[in-house]
């Protein structure tokens, strides 16, 4: 079981930045990959950013220039820097985990989200 917890969200005006951040706990060992999702009314989740076990780095291109995923091991945290932040950019951030059993079945995690609106 894994565990994820989210903050950093809020108000920001456009052209400001933001950190979120995302903490795991419980079986943090089998997880293979993190990333950070983003879901307005009426449209699907889309991914905003990802960083596997490895360091490899998967940015959505409407965030590419002004989004960073980083790790910190030693706190079991993951973080989403955002720069010059649009309107569009406001919604519900979720943070993702993709974890492995130990029958190696994939299973995906998720934290409870955290609101990010950028006001014009």
């Known amino acids: 079981q894994v565990q994820l917890v989210e903050s950093g969200g809020g108000l920001v005006q456009a052209g400001g930045s933001l950190r979120l951040s995302c903490a795991a706990s419980?079986?943090?060992?089998?997880?293979?990959?993190m990333g950070w999702y983003r879901q307005v009314p009426g449209k699907q989740r889309e991914l905003v950013a990802a960083?596997?076990?490895?360091?490899?780095?998967n940015y959505a291109d409407s965030v590419k220039g002004r989004g960073t995923i980083s790790r910190d091991n030693a706190k079991n945290t993951v973080y989403l820097q955002m720069n010059s932040l649009k309107p569009e950019d406001t919604a519900v951030y979720y943070c993702?985990?993709?974890?492995?059993?130990?029958?190696?079945?994939?299973?995906?995690?998720w934290g409870q989200g955290t609101q990010v609106t950028v006001s014009s």
């Open positions: 993702n985990a993709v974890h492995y059993s130990s029958g190696y079945r994939r299973e995906d995690y």
């Open positions: 419980g079986s943090i060992f089998r997880i293979a990959a």
């Open positions: 960083i596997t076990s490895g360091g490899s780095t």
